[in-house]
């Protein structure tokens, strides 16, 4: 069974701050890693990885990925109200069963 | 650019009813999840489909099935609908092995 497990499930902080959110997985016949921002409605897409140690940015957000430790970060800098969300991480597995399997989430919350 | 389009976007059903939801993923896109989401859960892959075939299968109730037809549309079907079954639906596409992208979701209200 897959398994992906994120930590932590919520966290608070200040605006301008820089959090660091972590995803690790199990998963028979890894394909990539994937970071959705989800608010209250669907997933937005945010990051995919496939590669080990290869940094993938957008804005103030990064994320990397690990594949020998199995692990996936997405950092966020300067973080503002509007970052407020749930932050999904979500694995797609390889071969012919094509399934992306979600951790549970971490809520983050920016107050101002 | 074209989304993954849901409907409908609020279905309110009674117990024991039938609900069917629909998908129509972004042109070209050829895969397909199914995913139900509970109220502060993360969603629950159900079901997927790749070239209108059945790819992968999750905890999905025997009272649900899904297809998907030749114009690459896809329908979740739900039958003797269970007061457990309110949730929010979500279909994703996406090209084979790429990221997936989420429709706004049909929210499925069962009274």
């Known amino acids: 069974e897959d398994k992906v497990v994120q930590s932590p499930l919520s966290l608070v902080v200040h605006e301008g701050d820089t959090v660091t959110l972590n995803c690790s997985y199990e998963?028979?016949?890894?394909?990539?890693l994937l970071w959705y921002k989800q608010e209250k409605k669907a997933p937005t897409f945010l990051f995919m990885l496939t590669s080990s140690g290869i940094e993938k940015k957008s804005g103030r957000l990064s994320s990397i990925l690990d594949k020998k430790e199995l692990f996936s970060i997405l950092n966020i800098t300067a973080t503002q109200t509007g970052d407020s969300a749930i932050y999904l991480c979500a694995v797609l597995r390889g071969g012919s069963n094509y399934k992306l399997t979600f951790g549970k989430g971490t809520l983050l919350t920016v107050n101002p | 650019a074209a989304g993954v389009i849901q409907s409908p976007r609020h279905l309110i059903k009674e117990k024991r009813e039938t609900a069917t939801l629909k998908c129509y993923p972004i042109?070209?896109?050829?895969?397909v999840y199914w995913y139900q989401q509970g109220p502060g859960q993360d969603p629950q892959f159900l079901i997927s489909?790749?070239?209108?075939?059945?790819?992968d299968k999750g905890s999905i109730p025997d009272r649900f099935s899904a297809q998907q037809f030749s114009d690459y549309h896809s329908e979740l079907n739900m039958s003797s609908l269970e007061l457990g079954d309110s949730a929010l639906y979500f279909c994703a596409s996406s090209l084979l092995n790429r990221e997936a992208f989420f429709g706004q979701g049909t929210r499925l209200t069962v009274v």
């Open positions: 042109p070209r896109h050829d895969t």
């Open positions: 998963v028979t016949n890894f394909r990539s």
């Open positions: 489909f790749y070239e209108k075939m059945q790819s």
